[in-house]
């Protein structure tokens, strides 16, 4: 979603900052760190460089202004959220280069890790211009970044349970899909949940590896496909979701469907979604068999 | 750091049915120590074993004696339980945040281990108390000690149930940082002490949104301990004030106060003092935008601008800026394609300086006048005219949005001029004109305000 926010002051040209990939112990650039539980430290780093010239012409700054380079970081899951201290950088330097650390405790995190790169106001100089900004932590210019902890089951949650000892309304159901019908704007994390029989035999054969790979692959293949549709044919009939899909925040369950209906209709407005479901639901389930692959484990 | 077991949400749901009409007996008797459908996190520390739930059991079960179970819970009672509950939780449970944030585990602390506790305390018995998201019974306190409390201070206990929830119902924002929520929880309490204010709850209240607005442009987080503390006063005083939540005596030496170092906007606040005016003003605030999940708000309406507040320092260049527009528009203006140019002349600045981000925030306050009524646009000529009859509410955006001009108007000349009212006031008489369109003129605004200023300065002097 892109979200045009009027600042009430001068803010730098994106291209006056180069920042290098978020990059984690192994060298490599991360998105997603799959192996993850919380105590895992989470260690990243990034090369940034700094036309502090440009920016300091850009926000009409003077040169006795000086700028400092922070990151700000927020878990989904746990919603903790803290700052890297401001590095300060040097006065009246042209340019600047850099690396910067983050060390995050596991124990605070889960979910997704979003972390915003920012450079901001750190003094104010001698005789500020109108329009420059003015108070010290001015946000000057912005980079976001998300790294998805835990995989792919921060996406979709998923939670292996006997189906009897739970007390499920069938105990002799292969899976269960749980979710907020009622209240989209829950947290995916949270609210969201796909249970898997352990009390199932091909189930528990699936859990425990004791299926060919194309079998569970199978499995899996129509399990994702059962959960998808069940979700986007009742979500489809919400009339408040229809009506704004953009209504709902990032990692919302209303969020997550609305990314599910764009990454399979992305061509498709919801609202003519909505029509397609209901005037005509069969071809629409086997639209949606096509664009999820079903069953198409090798191709 | 101990995992607990985690109730699977379907499983909660029938529990949570089956508790609707038992008594607090039954549902004692039923009380368990584990659960045939839990399941525990697959990584990460060790499980908690039976013994230590019951241990946990007996230390909340002292507590809600203490605090008069099984009789029905008052009111003081209910705030000593939850203070106690949560200190309890906090240190027992050695329970790490990532697990502490599974729905599952509270779900069966609830259900399971004391759904009689959890009943009583919360006697209407719905589902976002005995389930396990964020408002369960017992995990919203673990989550406030955790946010707020800290082995020099524990905010909690200083805290009514009301500002507990305003700071925690927004996790998502940066009143999620403990760095940030704890001087401002802090400073708020003692802000409302210093001024005698005694509705504090919509002190903090106004105080968060203010500090929401900020973040968008302040990267909050980062500032250092001495600057997040002055941000949360000015803000807290600039609430404190505005809300009118102050008793004579205090009110007076906050209007010292304002006008010796206030902004615009705590001005306009000031001598606003009808009813209509204070509301319409009031009423002009939350328009601005919806908070986003980082706490950052649309900052596109001008009056968010007004309302930023931290020191005085944006309100010169901001005020400018309006009256420019508003020069821009009473004077035969331009269209608005040409908005941007003409305002920069009336700035003195030259147009290639107000760059992008300018450009939009001339433009975004623009159109803000145009939706509230202020202003059309012909959507031909893109032509701007201030609306000929203003009808309904915006009569009073019509009347507000005089009066604050004439307020910035005031404060600007003043401010170039030095303090000579009379002065002030012809010269703004003079910026806008005297025929504005809402059925009051910049005089008798401008008439009123210098009465205000100087019944405020003599109460300074008495």
Same mark, same amino acid.
């Given at each position: 979603v892109t979200r045009i926010v009027a600042l009430p002051y001068l803010t730098a040209d994106p291209n006056r900052v180069a920042p290098g990939a978020w990059i984690g112990t192994d060298g490599q650039r991360v998105d997603l760190l799959p192996d993850w539980d919380y105590g895992t430290e989470v260690r990243v780093t990034r090369a940034l460089e700094i036309d502090l010239e440009g920016v300091r012409e850009d926000c009409s700054l003077e040169r006795s202004a000086r700028l400092a380079i922070t990151v700000v970081w927020r878990a989904t899951r746990t919603a903790a959220r803290g700052a890297l201290p401001a590095t300060v950088l040097p006065a009246a330097a042209d340019h600047w280069a850099g690396e910067i650390r983050l060390q995050l405790d596991g124990a605070e995190l889960g979910g997704e890790l979003r972390l915003m790169t920012r450079l901001v106001l750190a003094t104010v100089g001698n005789e500020p211009q109108p329009l420059a900004p003015h108070l010290v932590g001015s946000v000057l210019w912005e980079d976001r970044h998300t790294i998805l902890l835990e995989g792919g089951g921060a996406r979709f949650p998923m939670e292996v349970v006997d189906f009897a000892a739970a007390r499920l309304p069938a105990a002799g159901a292969a899976w269960y899909l749980h979710w907020p019908r009622e209240d989209l704007h829950q947290p995916v994390m949270g609210a969201l949940r796909l249970y898997v029989n352990d009390g199932h035999p091909m189930m528990r054969a699936l859990l425990n590896g004791e299926l060919t790979e194309d079998l569970s692959a199978g499995v899996v293949s129509t399990m994702r496909y059962d959960a998808v549709r069940s979700l986007v044919t009742a979500v489809l009939a919400d009339d408040e979701f229809v009506e704004d899909p953009m209504l709902y925040q990032d990692g919302s369950v209303g969020a997550l469907l609305r990314r599910l209906l764009n990454a399979y209709w992305p061509d498709q407005s919801v609202i003519s979604l909505r029509n397609h479901a209901t005037s005509r639901p069969e071809a629409f389930n086997s639209e949606l068999q096509e664009r999820m692959r079903l069953l198409r484990l090798t191709d | 750091m101990l995992l607990y077991p985690r109730l699977p949400a379907p499983t909660a749901r029938i529990l949570i049915g089956e508790m609707a009409d038992a008594d607090l007996d039954e549902l004692r008797r039923r009380s368990a120590t584990k659960h045939p459908a839990c399941i525990y996190s697959p990584t990460g520390g060790n499980r908690v074993d039976e013994r230590e739930i019951a241990t946990l059991r007996t230390l909340l079960r002292d507590i809600a004696d203490d605090c008069g179970y099984p009789r029905e819970v008052n009111p003081t009672e209910r705030v000593r339980f939850d203070q106690l509950t949560g200190a309890a939780l906090h240190k027992d449970m050695r329970i790490v945040p990532a697990d502490s944030a599974e729905p599952g585990v509270w779900a069966f602390l609830t259900c399971v281990v004391v759904p009689d506790i959890a009943c009583w305390r919360f006697p209407r018995r719905t589902h976002e108390r005995l389930d396990g998201g964020a408002r369960n019974a017992l995990r919203r306190l673990w989550w406030r000690v955790h946010l707020l409390d800290s082995p020099a201070q524990e905010l909690t206990s200083l805290l009514g149930e009301d500002e507990?929830?305003?700071?925690?119902?927004?996790? %998502?924002?940066?009143?999620?940082?403990p760095r940030v929520a704890r001087p401002f929880a802090r400073i708020?309490?003692?802000?409302? +002490?210093?001024?005698?204010?005694?509705?504090?709850?919509?002190? #903090?209240?106004?105080?968060?949104?203010?500090?929401?607005? #900020?973040?968008?442009?302040?990267?909050?987080?980062?500032l250092d301990d001495q600057s997040l503390e002055a941000v949360a006063r000015t803000?807290?005083?600039?609430?404190?004030?505005?809300?009118?939540?102050?008793?004579? %005596?205090?009110?007076?030496?906050?209007?010292?106060?304002? #006008?010796?170092?206030?902004?615009?906007?705590?001005?306009? +606040?000031?001598?606003? $003092?009808?009813?209509?005016?204070?509301?319409?003003?009031?009423?002009?605030?939350?328009?601005?935008?919806? +908070? $986003?999940? +980082?706490?950052?708000?649309?900052?596109?309406?001008g009056s968010a601008l007004e309302t930023i507040g931290a020191g005085d320092m944006w309100s010169i260049p901001l005020s400018r800026l309006r009256l420019a527009i508003v020069q821009a528009v009473q004077h035969g203006c331009p269209r608005l394609d040409a908005l941007v140019d003409d305002v920069a002349t009336r700035l003195g600045v030259d147009p290639r300086a107000i760059g992008e981000a300018g450009q939009r925030h001339i433009m975004t306050l623009a159109r803000n006048a145009q939706r509230r009524g202020w202003i059309d646009v012909d959507d031909d000529t893109t032509e701007l005219r201030f609306r000929a009859e203003p009808s309904g509410s915006a009569v009073e955006d019509g009347q507000l949005m005089h009066h604050s001009l004439a307020q910035i108007a005031a404060v600007v000349v003043g401010r170039s001029n030095g303090d000579d009212l009379a002065e002030t006031a012809d010269a703004v008489v003079e910026t806008l004109g005297d025929a504005p369109p809402a059925g009051i003129t910049a005089r008798e605004i401008v008439a009123d305000l210098r009465q205000e200023l100087q019944a405020a300065i003599s109460r300074g002097h008495d």
């Open positions: - | 507990l929830v305003q700071i925690m119902e927004r996790p %998502q924002s940066v009143l999620g940082n708020h309490v003692s802000v409302c +002490e210093e001024l005698g204010i005694t509705g504090r709850m919509r002190v #903090l209240r106004d105080g968060a949104k203010r500090l929401l607005r #900020l973040s968008a442009l302040i990267a909050l987080d980062a803000l807290l005083v600039e609430a404190g004030i505005a809300l009118g939540e102050t008793d004579g %005596q205090i009110s007076h030496l906050a209007n010292l106060h304002l #006008l010796i170092r206030g902004t615009d906007h705590e001005k306009a +606040e000031l001598s606003a $003092d009808d009813r209509p005016l204070r509301s319409a003003q009031r009423a002009a605030v939350p328009d601005v935008g919806a +908070e $986003d999940p +980082e706490g950052d708000v649309d900052t596109a309406g």
